[in-house]
């Protein structure tokens, strides 16, 4: 009877039992589809990377990059210096202007009054000069021939105002006045002209008398440009003396003082010079003869083309640079040092990231999305301009990078062929 009690077991015990299992069962069906959907969604999401990565592009476009350095130099022109010994000296010449051999390029008076007498014959001479324009020259024109030669003359003189050139214009003006009066001249008009140009003959020949000794001439021993700057440099650097500088001595260089006197100088030639130390390693690819671009920081507008006149031995890791010039030289009369953007070579091409370059199969190129497919590209490297590279830009096949171009930035799976959706 005892056993036949253990034996049995509650109704209550046997309903749990088969409730456990049944949710076991539950939990290790719902296990397995979360595994499944995992490793679907895996599998799906791959594929979805394969299809459609959003990519990092930029377009490559046309640039022009110049290779050189900024530097400070001096200006180095043959100069000669003049001077008078007058109490009082009067310059005839303007900035700038050129002189020829024997001309009169200032005058010195021993008085206040020899210099406004000399002033006042300064004053006959051009009224007399446009009178003479007015009576004689422009005489043989027509009326309409001589609205033309006006209109003409005075675009000139305009031109010239707007490129600073003063000379050019103080040459047009008398014979322009000139011309402008006898427009409005009559014939009764025309001959109290020539009884003036008379008068003043006259008056300027007494002027003349009067002056004496208390008037000198100063006149130019050669043909050259003018200045009225003496800045004791014009012995201290010479064109002579540029091809033997070290750049120890170009940084020694020192001024003379001014010689007693002086009331300015000649320029002789039209060839001038800029010479200014800088790093030898910067000039390893320059040679004489090369051509470079000149920006000057002040004074000077614009690039100018300048030509390597020498380069010097490296001292301590420093060259002198001369460059040279043969235009312009008017326009720098007044300037000795001078900061300047030296420019040695420029290149023009493409501009791609170097974080976009990659070697191929021994060919440099870079990957560009086209459309929705990735190609390859090959590129040839021209400058290596920092963050980026300067490349060929070659139109002759749609194989090579053309402006515009999207190039992938990307560096992981990224291949020929590949299929992108953006």
Known sequence: MNREKKQRKPLSSLLRQISFRKRGTLYIGFAILLIAATLLLYVFSGLFRQLDVPLRTVAAV????GVGLYSS???VRKEVVLASDSAITSLAL??????GAGQIVAMGYTTAEAQQRQTQIAKNRQLLQQLEYAGEDAA????AALDVAIRERLVSAAIALGRGDTATVSELAPKLKGMVLRAGSDAQTLAEIRTR???LKHEIADLQAQSGADTQNIYATSSGYFSGVVDGYETVLTPERLESLAPSELAAVTPLAQPAGALGKLIIGDTWYYVTAVDSSDLQSVHTGDRVGVTFAHDLNGEIQMTVSHVSPDENGKSVLVLSCNRYLRDVTMLRWQSANLVF?????????KEAVRVI?????VYILENTSVRFKPIEILYDNGETYIVTLDRTSTSNLWPGDAIILDEKDIYSGKVVLQ
């Open 62 to 65: 046309q640039y022009e990059s």
């Open 361 to 365: 199969d021994g060919e440099t190129g």
């Open 345 to 353: 070579a420029t290149y023009s091409g493409l501009r791609v990231p």
């Open 94 to 99: 303007a900035e700038g202007q050129k002189a």
């Open 73 to 75: 130099g001096y200006l």
């Open 140 to 143: 043989g024109y027509e009326s």
């Open 197 to 199: 140009i008379d008068a």
